[in-house]
């Protein structure tokens, strides 16, 4: 047997040819790879693709030298060359697209030689009849074939002694560029420095044909720059555009009322929104009104004001959102006493259909500050206005209502008494204003401000110019209970925010102190009366009416003129004491929440929190009772780190949030601060169960 196999012609022996048959009939084994040896292959593939590459390419550098010829002056070209590449472009470009049905794409290229041929056609690189030399083709021209371009023959050419014409240097760089360097660096820097033109050429606008008004274009601004103008142009226009407050009422533009809302923290959505006052004088308030204002003593409008009140007098349904002592008062009362200005006055005949407005309360205190406030409008005006509240004789208000109110200022349970005794009735009232309305929904009024509401004659469905009733919410919050009760009676409602809504006044200095025992807590407060002793008026708030009045009677030993109030007082001692505080014959009014609200103390330089409140929204209007009016407050707040967990985090969050308190490290580093306490309560719940 011969090494037929291994193409040798020696013979084997029997061993040796048994060994090589077993060696061939053995199957293939797979061979697994590593991943790095997989690596290793797959660069060993790229590196012997890119040594390829260069070696394809040396053979085409290698090809075009053979076709040239050195002469005296350099390269030439044969005089085919230049045709077959051109050939050979056209070839590739029409392989990138199918060609047509039942044609084949070599079909215009046998057709282009048949009538070039023929004579029908001039080759482009073929040498004119002044040359009288078979057709050569120039560098130029195969590097202009080589990217696809035209080459047109321009002058007479200078040719060596076999007639080829001479390359440049210009095209010797071209065709180097083209096939030993390359093209694409060229072309991907051409397009990243090409601009991009967003407008279109001035010379195809045909439209000054049309009219004379498109002679002057308005120039586009993109990215902040005008195309029609330099950047420094559009700057210099910018910075010669005046404050709002350099400008009179017809020269303000859209601009102009952003800044001026930004200035007064102005927030409004619900669509169709007026602009907002920037003095009285500029509004449209009617005349027996702003001299009323006038004579009260109102400088200028407050930020709630400014937004709130042109709204109202378009008789839009509206929610204002505002911090406390912002003038919210006022901002519902000038579009009510605008409203009744326009409806025919009280007479024998529709005095017994009761008022034209009607204002509801959360608080006797906070209605009677409602009435004192509204007095001041319906005295100059000839309006009359009645409170009624509980704690009073019923008898007494329906005899100061047997002549008729224009307003009407209630407080919901004492209301809801009078309607269903026939006291009062709400036939013509179309003007309804909740004051406070969170703390109504709280204080679990909403059973009986839904019945007062569905008692008016007319709904919040707007049928016609006259038949639909107009509803105002105001509040320093806005919890979900009130959002309920929005959706329910208010017809698509205009939301004014001044500031964040929830958040305590910047005025107000807030301090935080863990102070655990009751008598801690007594001396820590003395403390702080004797240093703010003969200041102004101090209010101390506590969580329950026993321990009001026994924390009274503790500082009234101490020889410090106190006055209590809770809601287990009658109206007349509630009434005894705040005017007691305002006429500063007491100096320290210790109050549960009762007082948090609605209650407008001038000048009221500390309020402590002897009792943490129980929420958040409390907490705020607490606080809210001093630094009023633009002036400076202080509010100390003793905490408990076991009593009081529910509200650390919103607490914490609210001192960090003001630009005048610093949050305490206690406070800060405390564990139920850090998160809300439902996550909190959440997570214990789920350890517990997993326990």
């Known amino acids: 047997m011969e090494r037929s196999i291994r193409h040798r012609t020696e013979p084997l022996s029997i061993e040796e040819a048994l060994r090589l048959k077993n060696q061939q009939a053995e199957p293939t084994r797979p061979v697994f790879l590593t991943k790095a040896q997989r690596a290793q292959l797959a660069l060993e593939h790229k590196q012997q693709e890119a040594d390829d590459m260069r070696q394809r390419r040396t053979e085409q550098v290698k090809i075009l030298e053979k076709t040239h010829k050195v002469g005296e002056n350099g390269e030439h070209i044969s005089e085919d060359f230049g045709r077959r590449l051109h050939m050979r472009e056209t070839d590739k470009r029409r392989s990138r697209s199918p060609p047509a049905r039942g044609r084949s794409r070599y079909h215009d290229r046998d057709e282009l030689r048949s009538r ?124 010669d555009e005046r404050h709002w407050t350099e400008k009179a009422l017809g020269e303000m533009r859209d601009r102009d009322w952003r800044i001026f809302k930004e200035d007064y923290s102005i927030a409004c959505k619900g669509g169709s929104i007026p602009h907002p006052y920037r003095s009285w004088e500029e509004s449209e308030i009617p005349g027996e009104i702003l001299h009323a204002i006038a004579d009260i003593g109102y400088q200028a409008p407050t930020p709630i004001q400014r937004q709130a009140i042109p709204l109202g007098l378009q008789r839009r349904d509206l929610i204002g959102i505002a911090e406390t ?80 109110s224009e307003i009407v200022i209630a407080t919901p349970g004492r209301l809801r008494d009078c309607i269903e005794r026939r006291v009062l009735v709400l036939n013509q009232c179309t003007y309804v204003v909740m004051d406070e309305a969170d703390r109504m929904i709280d204080m679990g009024f909403e059973e009986d401000v839904n019945y007062i ?145 609605g209650i407008d103390v001038k000048d009221v330089v500390l309020v402590v929190n002897f009792d943490m409140a129980k929420d958040i929204e409390s907490y705020t209007h607490r606080i809210g009772r001093t630094g009023r009016a633009g002036k400076r407050g202080l509010a100390v707040t003793f905490l408990s780190p076991v009593d009081d967990r529910d509200v650390l985090y919103d607490l914490r969050k609210m001192i960090a949030a003001s630009p005048l308190s610093r949050c305490p490290p206690e406070l800060a580093t405390h564990e139920a601060a850090q998160a809300p306490p439902s996550l909190l309560k959440s997570a214990a719940r789920s350890q517990h169960q997993q326990r």
């Open 116 to 239: 070039r041929d023929d004579g029908r056609i001039i080759d482009r690189y073929r040498p004119t009849a002044r040359s009288r030399s078979p057709s050569k083709t120039t560098g130029a021209a195969a590097a202009a074939a080589g990217r696809g371009g035209e080459f047109t023959h321009v002058g007479r050419q200078s040719t060596d002694g076999s007639g080829d014409r001479v390359l440049t240097d210009k095209e010797r760089e071209a065709i180097r560029q083209r096939y030993l360097v390359g093209d694409a660096v060229e072309r991907k820097r051409k397009q990243s420095s090409r601009k991009v033109q967003f407008d279109w050429d001035a010379a195809e606008d045909t439209s000054r044909d049309i009219s004379d008004l498109y002679e002057h274009r308005q120039a586009l601004s993109i990215f902040g720059k005008q195309n029609g103008g330099s950047e420094k142009a559009h700057c210099k226009a910018q910075s």
């Open 325 to 404: 002592g912002s003038g919210k008062t006022a901002s519902f009362l000038i579009p009510m006493l605008a409203f009744i200005m326009a409806q025919p006055p009280l007479s024998d005949r529709n005095m017994a259909d009761g008022p034209y407005a009607l204002v509801l309360a959360p608080t006797r205190e906070l209605a009677q500050q409602i009435e004192a406030e509204s007095h001041k409008f319906a005295r100059r005006l000839g309006f009359r206005c009645v409170s009624i509240v509980g704690g009073h004789d019923i008898e007494r208000q329906a005899f100061a209502l047997r002549n008729g």
């Open 453 to 597: 509401l569905d008692a008016l004659p007319v709904s919040n469905v707007k049928h016609d110019a006259k038949a639909f009733r107009q509803t105002t919410m105001f509040s320093a919050t806005m919890p979900s209970a009130v959002e309920r009760l929005a959706r329910k009676y208010l017809r698509a409602p205009a939301t004014v925010t001044i500031g964040t809504a929830g958040k305590a006044v910047d005025s107000v200095e807030q301090r935080a102190e863990f102070i655990v025992g009751e008598e801690k807590r007594k001396r820590r407060l003395l403390d702080l009366l004797n240093s703010h002793a003969g200041t102004g008026p101090i209010i101390v708030f506590v969580n329950q009416k026993k321990n009001v009045d026994l924390l009274g009677h503790a500082l009234a030993r101490t020889r410090y003129a106190v006055v209590t109030l809770h809601g287990g007082k009658t109206q007349e001692q509630r009434e005894q004491a705040l005017a007691r505080l305002k006429s500063g014959a007491a100096e320290i009014l210790v109050a549960t929440d009762v007082a948090g609200r």
